[in-house]
């Protein structure tokens, strides 16, 4: 069976899901429909969407002999502390894409991605941070979440401790770091640079859309019928999104696309900025440490984006 030799492993809410788009679309690439199939995160059960590993190859058995690279994304390996490891042992010398993001623009953008998916249920950012310590005593949880490491958003955005922890497993040749800001700047040039690294030729792309923007509900009673539907209806929608990759279907496409209209995540406060720049300060310095890459900046209020 084919066996994936690439790997986009986070974070999320860095680029992650629009580099795969991009390479997806490259001749000499086979990347899956399924995005996100956790399958390596054997710490995080229930993010895990293809459990054995017949199911998980399954994925790749459309990749032919034309393919030089075989992959697949999912942002929580690197935040994962088992999945790192555990791909390495599947593919020894798979290649490894990390994207970083200045993690308290990170934290502030995975608080509403989480909204909109039902994972979290506080609407007020601040109070949701705030609650982290509870909600690891297996407090104030929201029902719709799958696995409560999703809401330990300090964990999440710990960025510098996790690269550090993934160059133990993985040697630096193999791995390939994109910086957000990078990325965002010019994506032409970063898509071009993940090219080389994965030894392919520029397939001559100039245009890069923006892929999962920020975005509401029309209806947020009608969302929660589809997104966290009440029983029997999440049984059939649980076996449309193991079999298929529920939203990857192109009904599920249409009808996500009915449900929801872009919008602007509201500012930061100044305030809570500066209180997320001491807690996340060490950690920024150890992956500056760990790229060569002063990112010190990153602390500054005035250069997060709201």
């Known amino acids: 069976m084919n066996r994936p030799n690439t790997f986009i492993i986070g974070a999320p809410k860095c680029g992650t899901s629009a580099l795969y788009s991009y390479l997806r679309s490259h001749p000499d690439v086979f990347m899956p429909a399924v995005k996100e199939?956790?399958?390596?995160?054997?710490?995080?059960?229930?993010?895990?969407?293809?459990p054995t590993e017949p199911e998980y190859l399954n994925l790749f058995a459309p990749a032919t002999s034309a393919h030089k690279i075989i992959g697949e994304a999912t942002s929580r390996y690197l935040y994962s502390r088992e999945a790192v490891p555990a791909l390495r042992a599947f593919a020894p010398g798979a290649k490894l894409i990390v994207m970083?993001?200045?993690?308290?623009?990170?934290v502030h953008s995975l608080h509403a991605q989480l909204l909109y998916q039902y994972t979290e249920d506080e609407t007020d950012f601040w109070t949701a941070w705030r609650l982290q310590r509870d909600r690891k005593l297996g407090l104030s949880i929201p029902p719709g979440c799958p696995c409560v490491n999703e809401l330990?958003?300090?964990?999440?955005?710990s960025l510098g401790s996790q690269m550090q922890r993934m160059y133990e497993w993985v040697p630096r040749s193999d791995c390939h770091v994109i910086l957000y800001?990078?990325?965002k700047r010019d994506p032409r040039r970063a898509y071009l640079g993940a090219l080389?690294?994965?030894?392919?030729?520029?397939d001559g792309r100039q245009t890069f859309a923006k892929v999962n923007p920020h975005k509401k509900y029309r209806s947020d009673l009608l969302a929660k019928l589809v997104v966290d539907p009440p029983f029997p209806l999440s049984t059939i929608k649980s076996g449309l999104k193991q079999t298929f990759g529920w939203k990857e279907t192109r009904f599920g496409r249409w009808v996500y696309a009915k449900m929801t209209v872009p919008t602007q995540r509201s500012p930061m406060d100044l305030q809570v900025?500066?209180?997320?720049?001491?807690?996340?300060?060490?950690?920024?310095?150890?992956l500056s440490d760990q790229l060569g890459r002063d990112l010190s900046h990153w602390t500054k209020?005035?250069?997060?984006?709201?």
């Open 37 to 50: 199939p956790h399958y390596f995160c054997y710490d995080f059960d229930g993010l895990r969407r293809f």
């Open 100 to 106: 970083l993001r200045n993690p308290i623009d990170l």
């Open 152 to 157: 330990f958003y300090g964990d999440v955005a």
């Open 181 to 183: 800001d990078d990325f």
């Open 196 to 202: 080389d690294f994965l030894g392919l030729e520029d």
């Open 273 to 286: 900025q500066s209180e997320l720049a001491a807690f996340f300060h060490d950690d920024i310095q150890l």
């Open 301 to 306: 209020t005035q250069s997060i984006a709201a």
